[in-house]
Antibody
Framework: QVQLVESGGGVVQPGRSLRLSCAAS????????MHWVRQAPGKGLEWVAVIWYDGGNKYYVESVKGRFTISRDNSKNTLFLQMNRLRAEDTAVYYCGREGLVTSLDVWGQGTTVTVSS | QSALTQPASVSGSPGQSITISCTGT?????????VSWYQQHPGKAPKLTIY???KRPSGVSNRFSGSKSGNTASLTISGLQAGDEAHYYCSSYTTNTTWVFGGGTKVTVL
């Protein structure tokens, strides 16, 4: 079945780095744009980044520009989020999502938790 | 890019209809018909409920409907059921080639 599984979350000190992964299965990964969305504890959803189906274009929310990098390996059906210079306010559950319907996320992973704390 | 504006909470009795508003700007909701709504139950991932303002994905009940007027989109849930109790988030594509979510609305079934 169509599935997204995130991994790579954990506890990290401020200023350090972390790389999240999102493994896709059950669909042709290389045909879809992919997104990262995060949710801080007790807060709402915040869109983080998008990458085009071929990796040709990437866009970010202002607060992570220059610190986070979204990428993908279509040969391995995997989406990544490299997070550098992490801050306490980056603490959240990070979800990956498939843009299956133009501009809408029709498939979501279960999320991976990132905690930035000293 | 500021978050879209939603009411913090909306409530209704079983069988009633409720409407959640989502107000953006002429750079997002007002210019594109790319408004989506997501339902999120506690501890779960969001679920796409409405896309392109008013379209329902396969499997979503026709009790959910969407609309838009100017810079404000709306989600209506008719025939409210206990299982509809959840948080609902609107989202829009923007002129910056980014996406923005609303702050979320908690729906309570009385």
């Amino acid at each position: 079945q169509v599935q997204l599984v995130e991994s790579g979350g954990g506890v990290v000190q401020p200023g350090r780095s972390l790389r999240l992964s999102c493994a896709a299965s059950g669909f042709t990964f290389s045909s879809y744009g992919m997104h990262w969305v995060r949710q801080a504890p007790g807060k709402g959803l915040e869109w983080v980044a998008v990458i085009w189906y071929d990796g040709g274009n990437k866009y970010y929310v202002e607060s992570v520009k220059g610190r986070f990098t979204i990428s993908r390996d279509n040969s391995k059906n995997t989406l990544f989020l490299q997070m550098n210079r992490l801050r306490a306010e980056d603490t959240a559950v990070y979800y990956c999502g498939r843009e299956g319907l133009v501009t809408s996320l029709d498939v979501w992973g279960q999320g991976t938790t990132v905690t930035v704390s000293s | 890019q500021s978050a879209l504006t939603q009411p913090a909470s909306v409530s209704g009795s079983p069988g009633q209809s409720i409407t959640i508003s989502c107000t953006g700007t002429s750079s997002d909701v007002g210019i594109y018909n790319y408004v989506s709504w997501y339902q999120q139950h506690p501890g779960k991932a969001p679920k796409l409920t409405i896309y392109d303002v008013r379209k329902r994905p396969s499997g979503v009940s026709n009790r959910f409907s969407g609309s838009k007027s100017g810079n404000t989109a709306s989600l209506t849930i008719s025939g409210l059921q206990a299982g509809d109790e959840a948080h609902y988030y609107c989202s829009s594509y923007t002129t910056n080639t980014t996406w923005v979510f609303g702050g979320g609305t908690k729906v309570t079934v009385l």
